[in-house]
């Protein structure tokens, strides 16, 4: 390992309790070349713009990732057996101990140069029928190509149907030992990884990236109100070009690249067993005894990477965009107070999805009892003759027998296929807000907003293999936020109402304002990322209790390790409109000072109070596992504790 390391360095281990070393090293320096040009032309009412924008994109990426190895233990080696529940405690540690991983790998990573061009034109005309009236005109065309690896060393799809090197075999060795759930006709082989067919045209994806995007608003001053009302509104449609950002599990972007280079990168898996962990294959004092996996590049086509995890990004994406409209009514009830009322309504289409199961156990082929289905389960890890014996040397599928859910797989000859940035979800935004201004007059000016939302999202599948996403309340939705915001100059200084006319007087006590920001805001939907068994009793959370207690009611679901789904058609919500964590209940304040000097320069002393009162908003309960100590418990703060800062400026 030291001698075929890219970037030599302590192994990443994880004993169950810490991690030792680190695997997320990557080289990734990225450059925009940008050209933009306009030209405004006034003609009579009509205020013409045309322009374009014209672009290039280059990124190049080392991901390390792995080239010191990783090493994972868990508890499958020291539990009573392969459908026994694993120990209380210190399973992972035990296996620590004994050097035997239950995971792993070795990474030897290839370099990525990206571009991709973009280009857009626009046109957009202000034009101003009469003096009550302005209506805005403008259309927008925007392209943007693939982004292109330089060398074509890159994975650019699935080919569900591509014959692979072990097609033949495995098929021929299953018919000599069939399983009941696959009759013999059905057990699949076929599948394999696409690359560019051409040397320079190294394109992960293809583009449909022709769109022209309308925008339309108007203003509307009613001449009877004598400039008191104003109404506004438009629609809009905003066009986002696909990139390669990485996405997180809830879908928001990250600052990494996605670079699919199976082959050209290549990963050798540690093998920890081949007979369902009853003895091992390898150990931690020499864990790929077989080697590492050479670098291929493209030469082995829909061969490349079998017996391991794949992943590929979407063939065919989609730009995102998002249609907006708003309409909106503001009034001057007095010269110096302003009430707006206003709609705003957004709908976001083909928003790209993090990670798509390809590979996965067919859904007629799972439980859909509401409770643990200890003879399915028994059955799906229990191991069977194995048709790719031999077959796939150095990867976790190559023993004599395999566990029986391994065949039951869309593409048994892989341990996981994973497609990237589909472009298939959506979102659609409704929000009513009030707003009130109080413009400065006798030292006080105050901004409030008080908006009620909803955000509802589709942006993951509940199961593999769903044909519809999940429509849920998002776990970005906030239905109610209220700020208000306000100055007040202290009447006290030269020629206010407690006039001074000492100059010393006026620079110790005169020119103080005070400020202040309230902001409230209700807490997101709490979000369950795992298939959780319920108990039937009604699933509620108080995001306020922290210790002692649970801010969930974990009564409603079970916890025995021994109870948990396997195998499972899930039908757990991803979301509940009613179970929310924690909002924002936060005041931040100021006290500002102003020493004037002649011909207007002034310095200004600020004290500022970041979260005034102290108050703690606190993150989401634990809910990933059932069975942790913590399931149910808030164990940290969303929100930063009081900060106090001084400052000073000088304005001349």
């Known amino acids: 390992m030291t001698t075929a390391s890219q970037y030599p360095q302590l192994p ?8 030792l070393g680190f695997q997320s090293a990557s080289k990734d320096p990225s450059t925009i070349y940008g050209l933009f040009g306009d030209v405004v032309k006034i003609i009579g009412r009509d205020t013409l713009k045309f322009g374009v924008d014209a672009r290039q994109y280059r990124v190049d990426v080392t991901n390390y990732g792995a080239a010191a190895g990783t090493f994972t233990f868990a508890s499958n080696f020291v539990q009573s057996s392969t459908s026994g529940a694993a120990p209380t405690f210190g399973g992972p540690e035990a296996s620590f101990l004994l050097g035997l991983p239950t995971s792993g790998s070795f990474f030897n990573a290839a370099t990525a140069n990206f571009h991709a061009n973009y280009l857009a034109f626009f046109v957009q005309n202000d034009w101003r029928i009469t003096d009550h009236v302005t209506v805005n005109l403008g259309l927008r065309y925007d392209h943007q190509s693939p982004f292109e690896e330089k060398e074509s060393r890159v994975v650019n799809g699935f080919n569900t149907t591509a014959v692979s090197g072990v097609s033949s075999a495995a098929s021929a060795a299953y018919a000599g030992n069939p399983i009941s759930q696959i009759p013999l006709g059905s057990f699949n082989t076929l599948g394999g990884l696409t690359f560019p067919n051409t040397p320079r045209n190294g394109a992960q994806y293809q583009t449909i990236s022709h769109w022209f995007s309308p925008r339309i608003g108007f203003s509307y001053n009613p001449s009877i109100l004598r400039q008191r009302m104003v109404v506004r509104g438009g629609f809009s449609m905003f066009v986002l070009p696909a990139n390669l950002d990485t996405l997180s599990t809830l879908d928001v972007p990250g600052s990494s690249v996605v670079v699919n280079q199976e082959g050209f990168s290549a990963t050798t898996s540690f093998v920890p067993t081949n007979n369902n962990y009853l003895t091992a294959a390898n150990t931690l004092d020499n864990p790929f005894s077989s080697g590492f996996t050479p670098v291929v590049g493209s030469s082995l086509g829909a061969s490349t990477n079998l017996g391991q995890t794949i992943t590929y990004y979407a063939p065919v994406i989609r730009d995102p965009y998002a249609l907006r409209w708003n309409l909106g009514v503001q009034y001057a009830l007095t010269p110096n107070l302003l009430l707006e009322l206003d709609y705003i309504g957004d709908h976001a289409v083909h928003q790209p999805i993090a990670s798509t199961p390809i590979d996965y156990i067919p859904q007629q082929h799972l439980s859909t009892l509401p409770t643990r289905d200890n003879a399915l389960v028994s059955s799906y890890t229990a191991t069977v003759k194995n048709p790719f014996a031999g077959l796939l040397p150095g990867t976790s599928i190559n023993g004599a027998t395999v566990a029986r859910s391994q065949l039951l797989m869309n593409y048994p000859q892989f341990t996981g296929i994973t497609q990237q940035n589909a472009s298939e979800g959506d979102s659609v935004y409704h929000d009513v807000s009030v707003r009130v201004e109080k413009r400065l007059s006798r030292g006080v000016s105050v901004t409030g907003n008080y908006s009620f939302s909803k955000l509802i999202e589709s942006m993951q599948y509940l199961n593999p293999g769903d044909t519809k996403l999940a429509k849920i309340v998002s776990p970005y939705d906030h239905k109610q936020h209220l700020a208000i915001g306000g100055t007040y100059e202290l009447p006290i200084g030269t020629g206010k109402r407690i006039d001074i006319k000492s100059g010393v007087w006026n620079s110790i ?26 108990t ?14 649970k801010s969930l ?9 021994a109870d948990q789904f396997a195998f499972h058609l899930r039908t757990l919500p991803l979301t509940f409109g009613n179970v929310r964590i924690d909002g924002i209940n936060q005041l931040d304040s100021s006290l500002l000072k102003d020493f004037h000097f002649p011909k207007g320069m002034y310095a200004q002393f600020r004290f500022e109070v970041f979260n005034t009162l102290n108050h703690a908003s606190f993150a989401a309960p634990a809910v990933s596992s059932a069975t942790s100590s913590s399931f149910g418990t808030i164990t940290s703060q969303a929100n ?4 106090v800062q001084f400052g000073g400026r000088f304005v001349f």
């Open 12 to 19: 990443f281990i994880n004993p169950g309790f810490t991690s």
């Open 509 to 534: 006590i005169g020119g103080f304002k005070i400020n202040g920001v309230y902001s409230f805001q209700t807490g997101a939907p709490l979000y369950f990322s795992s298939d959780l068994v319920t």
């Open 536 to 549: 039937g009793q009604p699933i509620t959370a108080n995001p306020r209790v922290t210790t002692p207690g």
């Open 553 to 561: 009611n974990t009564a409603a679901f079970d916890t025995t390790a």
């Open 640 to 643: 930063s504790a009081r900060t």
